[in-house]
Structure formats: structure tokens, C-alpha cells
């Protein structure tokens, strides 16, 4: 398990989007820190507790580098909620969602130029998936995050 929570972390590291991880990955993963915990004695318990330290390392940082990621994906427009953990929706909903703005926001009308899949708007409305030449009214904000890519270009009315 220690090696799959190294690769997890390291694919995350290594990669710019927020990874898919496994169903039951996490809760794989908070029984076999609870196993580590379990009290073995001798070289065997001392060893678990360093394998212990270091997976909680590990986790720790895979965690931060996840939060950025989100925190970064929901600025620019294209959080895919459907890679989000649970915990992390909690952690969505509590800190990242206290810089939307309020109801009645400004839309832009956009074709998209691109595939989108799916994103949560600055409004925390899911917006998507949308395919090439699709039509959609979109947030400010996110349309012209969209725009600027070159994903999607402004309809005027």
C-alpha cells in the first residue's frame, strides 16, 4: 500500500490536471495507517512507525498539491467535480467557494471551440460537458478564462 500512496502522489506530482483516483482508495488507505498504528513491538513496531511517519508524509503532501490544484482549476473556470474526493468537496464548498460571487453574476454567451468537460462555474453551478461548436451561457468569468485559452469565443448579442 505504501508504494501505491509513492505512485499516487508522484503521478500527481508529475501531472498538470487533478488526477482520477481509485472508488475506495482512501478508505484502503486510512486502514492501512490505522494497521500501521496497530502497536507491534520490537524492530517490527519500530519499523512500522517510521513506514507510518513517512506515508503520513506523503499524504500530506499529496493532499497540498491536490488543494492547489483545485483551488487553481476553480479560478480558471474548469474544476471537474467528478475528480474531487469527498473530503475535498467539503474543503471545495468551505474555502474555495467563499470567493464566488453572488447570484445574478454577468453571463457571456460563448461557442465553444473545443471539447469542455464538465466544471463547476464561479456561480458553483455545474456547467458541461460541451462539445465542439456547442452554444452555452456562461458566467463572466469563466467564459473569459475560456476565451483567453482559446477554448471558446464570445457570441455577441
Do not use: H
Not at 499516487?8 to 506530482?13: D, T, V
Not at 501531472?15 to 492501512?32: A, C, T
Amino acid at each position: 500500500m505504501y508504494r501505491r500512496i509513492l505512485d499516487f502522489w508522484i503521478a500527481e506530482r508529475e501531472s498538470q490536471e487533478l488526477q482520477r483516483l481509485p472508488d475506495g482508495f482512501i478508505d484502503e488507505v486510512n486502514r492501512y495507517l490505522e494497521d500501521l498504528g496497530g502497536g507491534a513491538e520490537g524492530v517490527r513496531g519500530s519499523l512500522m512507525q517510521e513506514e507510518l511517519k513517512r506515508a503520513k508524509t506523503a499524504l500530506a503532501e499529496f493532499r497540498l498539491l491536490r488543494k492547489s490544484k483545485i483551488c487553481r482549476d476553480f479560478l480558471s473556470g474548469t474544476l471537474d467535480p467528478g475528480r474531487l474526493l469527498e473530503d475535498e468537496k467539503g474543503f471545495f464548498k468551505e474555502k474555495v467557494s467563499e470567493q464566488a460571487p453572488a447570484e445574478g453574476t454577468k453571463k457571456i454567451l460563448a461557442r465553444l471551440l473545443g471539447d469542455v468537460p464538465p466544471f463547476v462555474g464561479v456561480d458553483l453551478k455545474t456547467y458541461g460537458p460541451y462539445k465542439t461548436e456547442d452554444v452555452a451561457l456562461l458566467p463572466a468569468q469563466n467564459a473569459e478564462a475560456l476565451i483567453k485559452r482559446g477554448i471558446a469565443a464570445e457570441i455577441k448579442r
